[in-house]
Nanobody, 127 residues
Framework: QLQLVESGGGLVQAGDSLRLSCAAS????????MGWFRQAPGKEREFVAA????????YYADSVKGRFTISRDNAKNTVYLQMNSLKPEDTAIYYC????????????????????WGQGTQVTVSS
């Protein structure tokens, strides 16, 4: 399994931007679909975005579509989440995850599709 380390979280004001990074431990990164999930206080973890192995295809939750952009750099074993126009409801711990070898794009938003997880990075958006 990949080791994943997120960074880039912090405290920002509504309307600000942040870019999260997730660095993977080895080259198998390029063979994995990558995703971002988040968990707000008192809520279940939810899907945010995913990106195909090549980076050609991206998928977003409706709540972040048009504001967040997922991207990856396979040469750097890193996936990013650019978050613009942040809202207080975006406050959560953000986790990156690597998809399993047998990944179904029909359920890209299911946690069960991902078998490696980072430790999370806190994003707090004040109003």
């Amino acid at each position: 399994q990949l080791q994943l380390v997120e960074s880039g979280g912090g405290l920002v004001q509504a309307g600000d931007s942040l870019r999260l990074s997730c660095a993977a431990s080895d080259r198998t990164f390029s063979s994995a679909v990558m995703g971002w999930f988040r968990q707000a206080p008192g809520k279940e973890r939810e899907f945010v975005a995913a990106i195909s192995r090549s980076g050609r295809n991206t998928y977003y939750a409706d709540s972040v579509k048009g504001r967040f952009t997922i991207s990856r750099d396979n040469a750097k074993n890193t996936v990013y989440l650019q978050m613009n126009s942040l809202k207080p409801e975006d406050t959560a711990i953000y986790y990156c995850a690597a998809g399993s070898a047998v990944f179904s794009y029909t359920t890209y938003n299911f946690e069960s599709q991902y078998n490696s997880w980072g430790q999370g990075t806190q994003v707090t958006v004040s109003s």
